[in-house]
């Protein structure tokens, strides 16, 4: 079994929320580093929420915005591609 792997994140009252990574990874075509991440909170669909955020390596406590439509775009490919990927494995476990 995988280890989850977790932060947590504060608000402005220094609430903290515990997330779980759900992947990192970075993009040539950007330059930057990316977290996708979830708080494991349900949306009113009862999807789970998920979040992404730069990250930077060197300071992994420091998470910047995502701040253009060309980043959600890469974002939400690698996010379909990671699904799509999940969903393959989990098929192929029921196959066996």
């Known amino acids: ?11 402005e009252n ?3 929320t515990e ?3 759900l992947f990192t990874f970075d993009s040539e ?3 930057k580093n990316y977290i996708v991440y979830t708080d494991n ?3 009113e ?3 789970t929420k998920v ?6 390596p060197e300071d992994p406590t420091k998470l910047d915005p995502i701040t253009t439509d060309k980043e959600w775009k890469i974002i939400s490919m690698v996010l379909d591609e990671v699904m799509a ?8 476990e029921g196959q066996a």
């Open 29 to 31: 075509e950007t330059g």
């Open 51 to 56: 979040y992404a955020s730069i990250y930077h």
């Open 19 to 21: 997330c779980e990574v």
């Open 85 to 92: 990927e999940a969903k393959k494995e989990v098929e192929n």
């Open 45 to 47: 669909e009862g999807n």
């Open 1 to 11: 079994m995988d280890e989850k792997m977790t932060f947590k994140i504060f608000d």
């Open 41 to 43: 909170t349900k949306d």
């Open 14 to 16: 220094g609430n903290a």
